[in-house]
Every structure is written in structure tokens, then in C-alpha cells.
């Protein structure tokens, strides 16, 4: 996205990923140490949903959770993009907490913001169908003027694809 910190991702993903093992002892490690934490975020350097071991790492997040931090709620950080992959829709069952990510509601801003691999109305209908999320939303203006979601158009477009969402 171009708000994104570390630039964008190119398609497909290249380069290697951490093993779901390593993903999950490493939190394993860490809540050993301290377990008094209230949330276990799942994001990523780009998207998390794109890891190839994603389903893997969200089991045994769950599992670590349960035994070292039952009280810990598990959040999903992602843009979306990939709720038409049955790995990444059944493993939503696992969060407690689904941020989605939509910062606009029209395909022409939806893609000088997102740049997405998918279009705008497929993310729409994924995203309702999700349920029990809530979505994260940045509105951003370049100098240029080539980014920008917070013209009153735009808002409206996004006002109007949240009340499609119907997010919590």
C-alpha cells in the first residue's frame, strides 16, 4: 500500500519465509518469559496471509496460546487479499480478533492506494462474507496528488463499502 512502511510487495512473494516451527517457537519462547500479554498479533513484513505455512502457524499459534497465555487474545492483521484461499478463511475461526484493512470504497483510489492483485468489489463481497471484523483504514494524500482517499468522493465511495462490510 502506499502507506505501507516497508514499500511495496512484489507478486508473487519471492524470497524465503520462517519456518511455521520457527514462527511458533519463537512466540512459545517468548510467552514463556512472559506470559501476562493481552494480544498475539499476526502481521508481516507485507502480508501475513501470504506465507506459505500460514495455516500451520495460526494451529500452533492457537495451541501456544492455550497453554502458555489462555487469557491472550489472538489478532489477525491483512488486507484481504487472499480471503478467497480456503487455508486462510479457516484458519479466521482461530482469531479473536479479524482487522482487515479497506482504505477505499471506488476501484480507481482503491488501486493508486492499495495497488491490489485483486479488484475492489471481490474484497468487498470477501470481506462481508468474513464477518466479525473490524477493518483499519488510513486516508492519505500525496504531494502530487495521485494518492489521495480523504477527497469528499472518496470518502463517501468508502463510507458506502464499510456499510457493505458491515463490519463490528
Not at 53 to 74: N, Y
Not at 120 to 144: I, N, P, Y
Not at 157 to 166: E, F
Amino acid at each position: 500500500c502506499a502507506s505501507c512502511q516497508y514499500g511495496w510487495t512484489d507478486f508473487p512473494v519471492r524470497g524465503s519465509f520462517p519456518g511455521a516451527a520457527a514462527v511458533v517457537e519463537a512466540v512459545d519462547r517468548a510467552l514463556a518469559e512472559d506470559p501476562d500479554v493481552d494480544t498475539i498479533t499476526v502481521a508481516g513484513n507485507g502480508e501475513p496471509t501470504l506465507h506459505p505455512a500460514f495455516g500451520p502457524i495460526v494451529e500452533g499459534l492457537f495451541h501456544v496460546r492455550a497453554r502458555r497465555a489462555p487469557k491472550a487474545k489472538l489478532a489477525l492483521l491483512s488486507n484481504g487479499s487472499t480471503l478467497n484461499r480456503l487455508e486462510v478463511v479457516y484458519s479466521l475461526a482461530r482469531f479473536d480478533r479479524r482487522c482487515m484493512k479497506l482504505d477505499a470504497g471506488d476501484a480507481t483510489t482503491f488501486r493508486r492506494v492499495n495497488a491490489p492483485g485483486i479488484p475492489l468489489g471481490r474484497l468487498l463481497a470477501d470481506l462481508r462474507s468474513v464477518g466479525h471484523l473490524t477493518l483499519q483504514s488510513m486516508f492519505v494524500r500525496d504531494e502530487e496528488g495521485v494518492v489521495d482517499n480523504t477527497t469528499p468522493q472518496a470518502v463517501n465511495a468508502w463510507i458506502a463499502a464499510v456499510d457493505h462490510v458491515r463490519p463490528e
